[in-house]
């Protein structure tokens, strides 16, 4: 899947319910985020700094989560657990690997770790070495600093590689019960169910076999597939396209309007620039999907998110 550090991405066959969300693959939420739910997969669970989960992680792998960063109930891992400094985690942490935990961490019901557990001095090690740096500096070894520049280059892990299915939740973007809000587009995977009013002020792909409880809303352009469910209305200030036997319980309101002829909805139709019924063969897919994906500016590669 082609990556892009603004585009909330919903991979195939996802659960939202009332309290989590069910995934497969890893999952990383960025810098800032608000996720009123908690996370479930069989992946990985990356957190960035400063961000908010409402809920519980529980993940079969590892997880890290960055400096800052609150997590309103449990943390489960069947791998090893990384806490940055300052998090806060409300409920039990349960880690059958290492733990390893920054400082003034707060695990407010106790931790249980079957591994090592390190505790990272307050002082980053990054002082550590400025200061014996700077010792070899006044004592003339310049060579010496040369040396250990050039290993701690060689040494550098760089990125940390993601599965090739992921969820990923941008920077500032907010999951909520009742609004899922992002600057980017949006991308949805197939056979999910999702709740939330989803608001982006980019472009929206919906995928086919998928339940919305909720809207659509999109300054850019919104693509729904087939046989789509949504308790909600339809906006967007470009076009919509609707695929065949998808249900709309509200109004459609865009620019341009293009729906197959299978298309129900309950509300009314408002266009700008007219609406178009089209047959199945009248536009493909995955044209549409490219179209889509080309869109997208200032694609990445999803190691580069990590740093």
Same mark, same amino acid.
């Given at each position: 899947?082609?990556?892009?550090?603004?585009?909330?991405?919903?991979?195939?066959?996802?659960?939202?319910?009332?309290?989590?969300?069910?995934?497969?693959?890893?999952?990383?939420?960025?810098?800032?985020?608000?996720?009123?739910?908690?996370?479930?997969?069989?992946?990985?669970?990356?957190?960035?700094?400063?961000? +908010?989960?409402?809920?519980?992680?529980?993940?079969?792998?590892?997880?890290?989560?960055?400096?800052?960063?609150?997590?309103?109930?449990?943390?489960?891992?069947?791998?090893?657990?990384?806490?940055?400094?300052?998090?806060?985690?409300? %409920?039990?942490?349960?880690?059958?690997?290492?733990?390893?935990? %920054?400082?003034?961490?707060?695990?407010?019901?106790?931790?249980?770790?079957?591994?090592? +557990?390190?505790?990272?001095?307050? +002082?980053?090690?990054?002082?550590?070495?400025?200061?014996?740096?700077?010792?070899?500096?006044?004592?003339?070894?310049?060579?010496?600093?040369?040396?250990?520049?050039?290993?701690?280059?060689?040494?550098?892990? %760089?990125?940390?590689?993601?599965?090739?299915?992921?969820?990923? +939740?941008?920077?500032? &973007?907010?999951?909520?019960?009742?609004?899922?809000?992002?600057?980017?587009?949006?991308?949805?995977?197939?056979?999910?169910?999702?709740?939330?009013?989803?608001? %982006?002020?980019?472009?929206?792909?919906?995928?086919?076999?998928?339940?919305?409880?909720?809207?659509?809303?999109?300054?850019?352009?919104?693509?729904?597939?087939?046989?789509?469910?949504?308790?909600?209305?339809?906006?967007?200030?470009?076009?919509?396209?609707?695929?065949?036997?998808?249900?709309?319980?509200?109004?459609?309101? &865009?620019?341009?309007?293009?729906?197959?002829?299978?298309?129900?909805?309950?509300?009314?139709?408002?266009?700008?620039?007219?609406?178009?019924?089209?047959?199945?063969?009248?536009?493909?897919?995955?044209?549409?999907?490219?179209?889509?994906?080309?869109?997208?500016?200032?694609?990445?590669?999803?190691?580069?998110?990590?740093?």
């Amino acid at each position: 899947m082609v990556f892009d550090r603004d585009t909330l991405v919903i991979p195939d066959n996802t659960i939202f319910n009332d309290s989590c969300i069910e995934t497969t693959g890893d999952v990383i939420i960025g810098d800032r985020c608000l996720v009123q739910f908690g996370l479930k997969t069989d992946g990985r669970i990356f957190v960035g700094e400063h961000a +908010i989960i409402d809920g519980d992680l529980k993940a079969t792998r590892d997880i890290r989560v960055d400096i800052f960063s609150r997590i309103g109930g449990k943390v489960q891992s069947e791998g090893n657990v990384y806490l940055g400094e300052k998090v806060n985690v409300d %409920g039990k942490l349960s880690v059958v690997g290492d733990l390893d935990v %920054g400082d003034s961490v707060e695990i407010k019901e106790g931790f249980e770790a079957k591994g090592w +557990i390190n505790i990272r001095s307050p +002082i980053p090690m990054i002082i550590y070495i400025f200061i014996y740096l700077s010792q070899l500096l006044k004592m003339g070894h310049s060579e010496e600093i040369e040396r250990i520049l050039m290993e701690l280059e060689e040494n550098d892990e %760089g990125s940390i590689p993601i599965s090739e299915i992921f969820l990923f +939740i941008p920077n500032n &973007a907010i999951v909520g019960l009742k609004k899922i809000k992002t600057d980017g587009d949006t991308r949805i995977g197939d056979k999910s169910t999702i709740i939330g009013n989803i608001h %982006g002020k980019g472009s929206v792909l919906v995928g086919d076999d998928i339940i919305i409880q909720g809207g659509l809303h999109a300054d850019g352009e919104i693509y729904i597939g087939k046989n789509v469910k949504l308790t909600g209305s339809i906006h967007a200030q470009k076009s919509i396209r609707i695929d065949e036997n998808t249900e709309v319980d509200g109004n459609i309101k &865009a620019k341009k309007i293009f729906l197959s002829k299978t298309v129900k909805t309950k509300g009314t139709l408002f266009s700008e620039e007219g609406t178009t019924f089209i047959e199945p063969y009248d536009y493909n897919a995955d044209e549409t999907l490219r179209r889509f994906e080309e869109d997208i500016n200032h694609f990445e590669p999803i190691d580069d998110a990590l740093e």
